[in-house]
């Protein structure tokens, strides 16, 4: 906790952008007092009405913007780091990030306040999909959203990665499952369950009927996505209850996916089940269909819900097994175990500081996504910092330095006379680098992911004439634009993978980040910028330059100019495209 400051307070969320104060303008914020007609038995506030301040918050923000109405697409993974209790106040900040075609993602935080001590803490954040509807009914093409400020355009950036994360969540989860590996491990973990202490999951199902009316409307007079979050979590805490005979806290939600529109009239079937326990915490399966009069039921929403019983003392408690029933609760079963294994990918991968995990994270086909995501996470967040320094220029090609929390990143910078898709192809195969820059001796292809991840083997040269050469695992994650405007992307992190250890002859280096980032300027012509957060590894090799001993940094540009220039008719043309979403 910490104490605020009532005058950053007010302008924490401004900047100086060209001498004035900015503020973003699709930037919404609430406020509100919990009271007791708002808390569970507790006297905390109820998730589900948490549920609805933030979707209605986020639905303004994303209503400033589009100029129309908006109905709610998608909730992303919430995870609730605190509770929030009866005369606390809630404060909910909500701003669009990154408008699409017709859909845009706003991005909400939520912090508690107590008023007596002073003090504030984070609640969560979660980033919300909207789409825009014409009052017809017809979808609107929206304007983009122009990014101001280093933090805006850190989120602007990386907005078109979580919806590429969107796109493939169900093909994650279907590879998983069709894991030979994970299979076995179900197997074996099925047959050491002492089942005589199992708890049927039929004893957990719970079946509840809405009907939808006036109050529970929007101003588009379908039922309000909030109201239909909350009626869903409200289902699976009856869910979580009957499990263990007690009050369950909720922890997380998996993504909220909205599948179609429910209205005023309509009668809501919600239904609930656990799907699975962890030793600590459970899964909640939970959806909603709508039907009214004599039609059939329509899928409206489902999501996952995570639960956790606490002692007196606030700790979790352990949570007796279940005995899921034949095919669909085995199904169910298997789901939740997958689903655990991509949350806590994320949230070790993802969510960590880069600061509190280790350089070299183990790779495996299940957490790919999750690298390939944090690895153009880190370079673009890196490069949308607004402190960099210029440290050295010649001849155009500029060299820039940041440093702070004990790191030190460096970026070259240099316009080059070849279009931005040629270099982006050249530059993104690691194989071709040696042919340019002197610090790669050698660089093999050891596995082809896919066709925008690759994971190299590199070998550079010792920096002493005493030492030995280093080696590094990198893998390679390429990204063309999304937009107008957006660069071409090739970010690299190092890994570690099993059948590549390090040896005692070779000295295995990391990297943090690193990598390039490629921009239009015409048709001709691109500017290229490197970026490496330099390791203890790395470090020596830019050191002199650093230092302004040296100007190896231009060379090196140099002779990838020359690259570039010389294999620029023979980049593959059919692949030269840059990708829409």
């Not at 949570?319 to 991509?342: D, F, H, N, S, V």
């Amino acid at each position: 906790m910490s104490s605020p400051n009532s005058t950053w307070g007010k302008l924490k969320d401004l900047a100086l952008v060209d001498r004035e104060m900015y503020r973003n303008p699709t930037e919404v914020k609430k406020s509100q007092i919990v009271m007791p007609c708002h808390a569970n038995h507790c006297q905390e506030l109820s998730v589900g009405q948490l549920l609805k301040w933030m979707d209605s918050t986020a639905c303004l923000s994303a209503e400033r913007h589009a100029g129309c109405p908006c109905v709610t697409a998608s909730v992303d993974d919430i995870y609730f780091e605190h509770t929030i209790g009866v005369g606390q106040v809630v404060n909910i900040k909500a701003k669009a990030n990154r408008a699409f075609n017709s859909s845009m993602e706003v991005g909400i935080e939520v912090t508690c306040e107590d008023l007596f001590s002073g003090c504030c803490w984070k609640v969560c954040n979660a980033y919300a999909t909207f789409v825009a509807r014409h009052q017809g009914g017809g979808k609107v093409h929206l304007r983009q959203l122009v990014p101001r400020t280093q933090s805006e355009q850190a989120e602007h950036s990386v907005a078109a990665e979580r919806r590429r994360m969107r796109l493939i969540h169900h093909d994650i989860m279907k590879d998983i499952l069709n894991n030979e590996s994970f299979q076995k491990g179900i197997t074996e973990g099925a047959e050491s369950q002492d089942l005589q202490e199992a708890v049927p999951t039929e004893r957990t199902r719970v079946e509840s009927v809405e009907l939808v009316l006036p109050p529970h409307a929007n101003h588009q007079v379908n039922t309000f996505g909030g109201q239909i979050m909350a009626w869903m979590e409200n289902v699976a805490t009856i869910a979580a209850s009957r499990l263990c005979n007690a009050h369950p806290t909720l922890k997380a939600i998996d993504m909220f996916q909205f599948r179609g529109p429910s209205s005023v009239g309509d009668r809501l079937v919600l239904r609930a089940i656990v799907n699975n326990t962890f030793m600590h915490s459970m899964e909640v399966g939970v959806c909603a269909e709508a039907y009214k009069g004599e039609e059939p039921l329509r899928h409206i929403n489902s999501a996952f819900m995570t639960f956790e019983v606490l002692d007196e003392a606030g700790r979790p408690r352990t949570l007796p097994p279940i005995r899921p029933e034949p095919t669909e609760g085995k199904r169910r079963y298997q789901e939740a175990i997958a689903r655990k294994k991509i949350r806590l990918d994320r949230k070790y991968i993802i969510s960590c500081k880069q600061t509190e995990m280790p350089l070299s994270v183990p790779w495996d086909p299940s957490n790919q996504v999750y690298l390939s995501y944090n690895n153009v996470f880190a370079l673009k967040m890196l490069a949308a910092r607004d402190n960099w320094v210029l440290n050295h220029e010649k001849n155009q090609v500029s060299l820039y330095t940041m440093e702070e929390d004990k790191s030190l990143c460096f970026k070259v910078e240099a316009e080059v006379e070849v279009p931005a898709a040629t270099a982006f192809l050249l530059l993104s195969d690691l194989t071709c680098r040696q042919e340019w820059d002197r610090h790669y001796n050698l660089c093999e292809l050891i596995t082809k992911v896919d066709e925008d991840d690759m994971i190299y083997r590199v070998v550079t040269p010792s920096v002493s004439e005493a030492g030995i050469v280093q080696d590094f695992i990198l893998m390679a994650s390429r990204r063309p634009p999304c937009d107008q405007g957006d660069p071409y992307v090739v970010a690299l992190r190092s890994v570690t993978l099993p059948t590549h250890p390090p040896t005692e002859d070779v000295n295995r280096g990391e990297v943090m980040c690193a990598g390039f980032t490629i921009y239009d300027i015409s048709s001709s012509t691109a500017k290229i910028t490197y970026y490496n957060q330099a390791s203890a590894e790395v470090l020596p090799y830019i050191s002199t330059d650093i230092a302004g001993l040296s100007s190896s940094f231009y060379s090196s540009f140099l002779s990838c100019s020359r690259f570039l220039l010389e294999n620029k008719a023979d980049a593959p043309a059919s692949t030269l495209v840059s990708t829409s979403l």
